[in-house]
């Protein structure tokens, strides 16, 4: 139980991952939003499998790769946001704002794995495989109520004409995400 209740606060809270499900539940629906899952979970499976197995004790014995690391996805996150602000200016239509390629991408350099794979999943159990079982059972649950989220909030918005306000508003929020994951630490 403590296992799923880590689990659900570690993906519940905002973050790069999330704010693009909900940008594609706002700009395109639930419907055409659900093909997002699957490559989010594809991406938190391998980051965990490879940081919580291989990677996590390399990082840790070097913070220069550490540093690295964190400049690559924060380079990363601004493309995105630069991607998603790009398409806040498109006049017609709602567009596919957020593919999976770019859900799995932001999920597997995601800093919450490096949490479930360095805290919360316990590779040392016999029962490793049935928590990560329940955690991609928990994860899927949260993210379709993202991409629910969202999509009630991209209904508000086009009912109040600021359709094109939708992907600029998550641009903003990668940017952040972007923004907390280089500098913050540099400032430590």
Do not use: D
Not at 44 to 67: R, W
Not at 77 to 91: E, S
Not at 122 to 150: E, K, R
């Amino acid at each position: 139980m403590l296992f799923v209740l880590t689990v659900l606060f570690i993906l519940g809270t905002p973050g790069p991952t999330n704010t693009l499900l909900a940008t594609s539940g706002a700009a395109v629906g639930l419907r055409r939003s659900l093909p997002l899952l699957p490559a989010e979970a594809g991406g938190y499976f391998i980051s965990i499998m490879v940081i919580g197995l291989a990677l996590g004790p390399v990082v840790a014995q070097s913070p220069q790769l550490a540093i690295g690391l964190r400049l690559a996805v924060g380079a990363y996150l601004c493309w995105l946001a630069v991607k998603l602000w790009r398409q806040g200016g498109v006049v017609a239509g709602p567009v596919a704002s957020v593919q999976p390629h770019q859900v799995f991408i932001t999920t597997l350099l995601n800093p919450k794995a490096i949490i479930f794979a360095l805290g919360v999943v316990p590779f040392a159990s016999l029962h490793v495989w049935a928590y990560l079982l329940g955690f991609m059972a928990t994860l899927a649950l949260v993210s379709f109520c993202w991409i629910l989220a969202g999509t009630g909030l991209g209904r508000m918005a086009r009912g109040g004409g600021h359709a094109r306000l939708v992907p600029r508003v998550g641009a903003t929020a990668i940017g952040v995400f972007a923004f907390v994951i280089v500098i913050l630490p540099l400032l430590r």
